[in-house]
């Protein structure tokens, strides 16, 4: 038995009708501050999406009572234990989708990808008939990936409909496509079956619940993670690092936030560079007016309300 004294992260998402959004959103941020979860979760007409921490107790009041709604019944959730909490207050957020795409329109709940387990997408990752597509933003993939999948250069997500072009030549194969926890893959997968591709499949539970199940063979380098963490691990049976330092080039698992606030971009930087460019990512932005103190970590949360 784990310890069920640490903190604990979920991560979860949920296609669903919630045709009283506006009430529902002021409703779960009251509950959840009596619970004393923390996190982000954003709620939109067609569903839920959400990553949040707590104790042991509060999660676990959190996910039965989550499933006990019958809009619910059916969500599985990501949970990660963590030696600290991740987060330092909460958020319940209306949005017009519960993850930015632009395809308003592509609708899971009526149409999307074959869900593969982790098993399932390890046999079948690898076979000559089959593409595995990342549809995560380049931030994420320079970090890890699957071995030999294909990668589209996103800074958003907004951007996958622009890269149908390049993934024209796939359209008769099996096409198998994933990301951290399985949201995106839900609308990305329904936007290629409405684009005329045939066989589309996805990673159930993301590349995590990949991790779990299998033991992450055969994914290069660490997942990033949309939290205090930045990064976790991901491969137990065949680790590598495929990200290197943009200063010295030394291969290096570490992503940071540029110490410039005005800047902020998001790059890899082993630890002895960090301290020498005080966490910024150029000698500009080590200069500039709106520089935070280096932290030692590149991750830095807004202060507390």
Known sequence: MKNKGNYWVLAFYYYT??????????QHLSYCKQVGIMGRIYIAREGINGTIGGTWQQVNIYMDDLKSDPRFEGISFKMDEFEHPAFNRIHVRLKNEIVHSGLKNVNPIRQTGKHLHGKEFQEMMNQDDVVVIDV??????RLGKFKNAITLDLETFREFPSKLPELQEYKDKKVVTYCTGGIKCEKASAYLLEQGFKDVYQLYDGIIGYAKETGGKDFEGVLYVFDGRV????????????????KCNTPVARNLNCANVDCNVQFVMCEPCAQEMDGCCSEECKNSEGKRPYNGTGFYSKPML
């Open 17 to 26: 009708p919630i045709f009283d959004a506006e009430e529902f959103v002021v």
């Open 136 to 141: 995560r933003s380049n931030y994420e993939t």
């Open 231 to 246: 990064t976790v691990p991901v491969n137990e049976v065949n680790p590598s690092i495929i990200s290197t330092c943009i």
